[in-house]
C-alpha cells in the first residue's frame, strides 16, 4: 500500500471513529426521577435502549480487565478462608521468570484469538489490530500488579489468576453467532443477567463498532459495486449474505455479518452496519425464551439516529405504547425489569429531554403533535394519561422550556411493583360505586340473593362491602359474608357495628390501587384483594371466598 493511499485511509479511518456516535447524556432525564421512586436493581451490562450506539471496541475489556487487577489485593487484606499456611507459603514461591513468562503466553494468545476472530467476523487482512485492542495494555498492568507483589500469591491463587485472564479473552472474543446457536440448543426457562441472553446483547453492541469502523476499510469496493449497481441493490445484497455482489471481500464479510445477526442500511449517503433485532428474534422464535424473544422486537424499534437524536417522535410514543402493553404479557423478572429501565429512559427522552426544544427554547412542533397524537390514538393507556398532565404543565409554561428539570412522573404502570403480575394489577377506585354495581347493590340489598352477584369478582364484592359500611347499611354488610366465618348472630353483629361507629372507609385513606392475592399453597388460587398506599409500607389483604361459584368476604377480612 503506497504512501498516500494509507494517508487516505488513516484519515478516512479517524473521520469514521470521530463519526461514532457518543452515548446519550441522560443525566437531565434522571435527575428528572421522583425522589421517592424505589432503586431497581441495576443490570450487569451497560444498556442505552434502542439508540444506534456503538460502544467502542476494548471499553468492556477494560473494565473487566480491572476487576481481574483488583482480585489481587495484598496478603494482609485477604479473608481468613484465603490465607495461605506457612507450609504453602514455603511449598510453592512464585518467581518474577515465571509471570513474565505466563503474561508473554497470554500476550500470544490474544493475538491468536484476534487473528481467529478477524477471519469470523469476515474482515480484511490487518483491521485484527482493531479488535479489542486495549487487552494488551490491560495485561501489562496486570503483569505489573501482580509482579509488585509475588509473595502475595499462594499456588492456588497462581493457578486461578491465570485461568480468569485466559477465561477473560475467550469470552472478549466470543462471536454473536456462538452464543446464538448456544440459545438455539439450550432451553432457558429464566433469563439470568449473566446468562447467555445478555451476553448476546453485550458482544451484538461490543462488535457493531468494530463493524462499523471496518467499513472504511470497504470503500473502494462499496463504490465500484455501488458505480455498477444502485445504493439500494448493494445493500440488499449485503443483508443477503453478499449473495450475486461483485466484490469477493464485501460478500466474505456481509456473509460473516449476517451470520452473527447484523445487517445494513444506506444513511446519509453511507453504508453502515446496524444490529438486526428483528432478524436474530425470527432465528431464535420458538427455542429462545419467550420474553427475551418480545425485547428483542421492541429492540428493533429504531427511534434514534447514530448520534441519539429522535428520528420521529412520533415512533417513540409507538415504542412507548409498546412497551407499556408488552411489559403487562411478560413473566421473567429480569426481562420486565430491563424493559423497565427503557421507559425511564425514552419517556425522559420524550418529555424533559433537550431533543424536545428548538433553538428558542420552546417546545417543537412535531414534540406537541406526537404528544397529541398519543393522548388521541392510544387514550386508555397510562402512557397517554402521563403524556396528558406533561403536556398541561407545559401548555401553562406557554410551552417554554422550564429553568429547572420539570419532576418526571412516569405512566401509573410503572409505579406498580415489578413483583405483582400485571394481569393481577386492579387500577381502579373502591369508592363510589358505578351506576351498574350500585344499581346491583340496591337489588342485592332488598333481596339478600347471591345469584345478583353471581357475574361479580372479588374486587367488586369489596366494594360493595366499603359501600355498605360507608351507608351504614349493616344488615347488606352481613349479607355479603360467607356463612362459614364465625360471625356472631345478626342483630349482635348490627348492634355491635352501631356502638363502635368505626368507619371501614377510613382504611382507604393513601389507597392507589388493588392486586388479586393468591394461596400460597395454590398460587392459582385466588383468596383475596391486596390493598396498595402510597405512604404506607403495609398492603393489608382483604379476604374473599368462593362458595358454589359465587365471591362472598371472609368475616374480619382485615384479620
Given at each position: 500500500m503506497d504512501d498516500q493511499l494509507l494517508e487516505k485511509r488513516l484519515d478516512s479511518l479517524k473521520k469514521a471513529y470521530d463519526d461514532m456516535p457518543e452515548d446519550e447524556n441522560r443525566s437531565a432525564i434522571?435527575?428528572?426521577?421522583?425522589?421517592?421512586?424505589?432503586?431497581?436493581?441495576?443490570?450487569?451490562?451497560?444498556?442505552?435502549?434502542?439508540?444506534?450506539?456503538?460502544?467502542?471496541?476494548?471499553?468492556i475489556a477494560g473494565v473487566l480487565m480491572m476487576q481481574y487487577i483488583g482480585d489481587h489485593a495484598p496478603a494482609d487484606e485477604k479473608t481468613e478462608q484465603h490465607q495461605a499456611s506457612p507450609v504453602e507459603n514455603k511449598s510453592f514461591e512464585l518467581s518474577e521468570a515465571d509471570v513474565k513468562d505466563v503474561f508473554k503466553g497470554l500476550q500470544n494468545y490474544y493475538q491468536e484469538k484476534e487473528l481467529e476472530t478477524k477471519e469470523k467476523l469476515g474482515f480484511l487482512s490487518g483491521f485484527e489490530n482493531y479488535l479489542y485492542r486495549d487487552i494488551p495494555m490491560e495485561l501489562n498492568d496486570a503483569e505489573a500488579a501482580v509482579l509488585s507483589n509475588l509473595e502475595a500469591y499462594r499456588e492456588t491463587e497462581w493457578e486461578d489468576t491465570k485461568k480468569r485472564l485466559t477465561t477473560h479473552i475467550d469470552d472478549a472474543f466470543t462471536m454473536p453467532s456462538e452464543i446464538i446457536d448456544r440459545l438455539l440448543q439450550e432451553k432457558n426457562d429464566e433469563v439470568s443477567l449473566d446468562g447467555p441472553e445478555y451476553t448476546l446483547l453485550n458482544q451484538l453492541e461490543s462488535f457493531l463498532g468494530a463493524y462499523y469502523l471496518s467499513m472504511t476499510f470497504y470503500e473502494d469496493d462499496l463504490n465500484k459495486a455501488?458505480?455498477?449497481?444502485?445504493?439500494?441493490e448493494v445493500v440488499e445484497k449485503m443483508n443477503a449474505g453478499g449473495e450475486d455482489i461483485s466484490s469477493t471481500k464485501l460478500k466474505e464479510m456481509s456473509t460473516k455479518a449476517v451470520e452473527n445477526g447484523y445487517a445494513f442500511r444506506e444513511e446519509d449517503g453511507r453504508i453502515v452496519p446496524y444490529v438486526n433485532f428483528s432478524g436474530i428474534a425470527d432465528r431464535l422464535r420458538g427455542a429462545a425464551n419467550e420474553d427475551f424473544i418480545k425485547y428483542l422486537e421492541l429492540r428493533s424499534n429504531r427511534v434514534q439516529d447514530r448520534n441519539g437524536g429522535v428520528i420521529s417522535f412520533e415512533s417513540l410514543a409507538d415504542l412507548l405504547v409498546k412497551l407499556?402493553?408488552?411489559?403487562?404479557?411478560?413473566?421473567?423478572?429480569?426481562?420486565e425489569e430491563t424493559m423497565r429501565n427503557d421507559v425511564q429512559s425514552l419517556f425522559g427522552l420524550f418529555v424533559v429531554s433537550q431533543h424536545i426544544y428548538d433553538n428558542n427554547n420552546e417546545l417543537k412542533d412535531e414534540v406537541k403533535k406526537a404528544y397529541l397524537y398519543l393522548i388521541e390514538t392510544y387514550p386508555e393507556t397510562d402512557t397517554a394519561a402521563a403524556?396528558?398532565?406533561?403536556?398541561?404543565?407545559?401548555?401553562?409554561?406557554?410551552?417554554?422550556?422550564?429553568?429547572?428539570?420539570?419532576?418526571?412522573?412516569?405512566?401509573r404502570y410503572m409505579e406498580i411493583p415489578a413483583h405483582l403480575k400485571q394481569e393481577d394489577v386492579i387500577d381502579r377506585k373502591v369508592l363510589p360505586l358505578s351506576d351498574a354495581l350500585l344499581s346491583s347493590y340496591?337489588?342485592?340489598?332488598?333481596?339478600?340473593?347471591?345469584n345478583i352477584l353471581k357475574n361479580y369478582g372479588p374486587f367488586e364484592i369489596m366494594q360493595l362491602y366499603f359501600h355498605a359500611d360507608q351507608a351504614g347499611d349493616y344488615e347488606t354488610k352481613y349479607a355479603l359474608y360467607s356463612k362459614n366465618g364465625g360471625q356472631p348472630p345478626e342483630e349482635q353483629y348490627i348492634?355491635?357495628?352501631?356502638?363502635?361507629?368505626?368507619?371501614?372507609?377510613k382504611a382507604l385513606k393513601g389507597y392507589e390501587?388493588?392486586?388479586?392475592?393468591?394461596?400460597?399453597?395454590?398460587?392459582?388460587?385466588?383468596?383475596?384483594?391486596?390493598?396498595?398506599?402510597?405512604?404506607?409500607p403495609d398492603a393489608p389483604v382483604f379476604q374473599t371466598v368462593q362458595e358454589d361459584g359465587i365471591w362472598k368476604v371472609q368475616y374480619l377480612p382485615f384479620q
Open positions: 434522571l435527575a428528572a426521577i421522583k425522589k421517592d421512586q424505589k432503586k431497581q436493581k441495576q443490570n450487569k451490562w451497560f444498556h442505552l435502549p434502542y439508540a444506534a450506539s456503538f460502544i467502542g471496541v476494548g471499553m455501488i458505480e455498477k449497481e444502485n445504493v439500494a407499556e402493553k408488552t411489559i403487562a404479557t411478560v413473566e421473567d423478572a429480569n426481562i403524556v396528558q398532565n406533561m403536556y398541561k404543565k407545559m401548555e401553562s409554561n406557554n410551552f417554554q422550556k422550564p429553568a429547572d428539570v420539570e419532576k418526571l412522573d412516569f405512566p340496591k337489588e342485592f340489598a332488598a333481596k339478600k340473593n347471591f348492634q355491635e357495628m352501631k356502638e363502635a361507629k368505626v368507619a371501614v372507609g390501587f388493588a392486586s388479586l392475592y393468591h394461596s400460597e399453597d395454590d398460587p392459582e388460587k385466588v383468596i383475596g384483594i391486596q390493598l396498595h398506599f402510597k405512604d404506607r
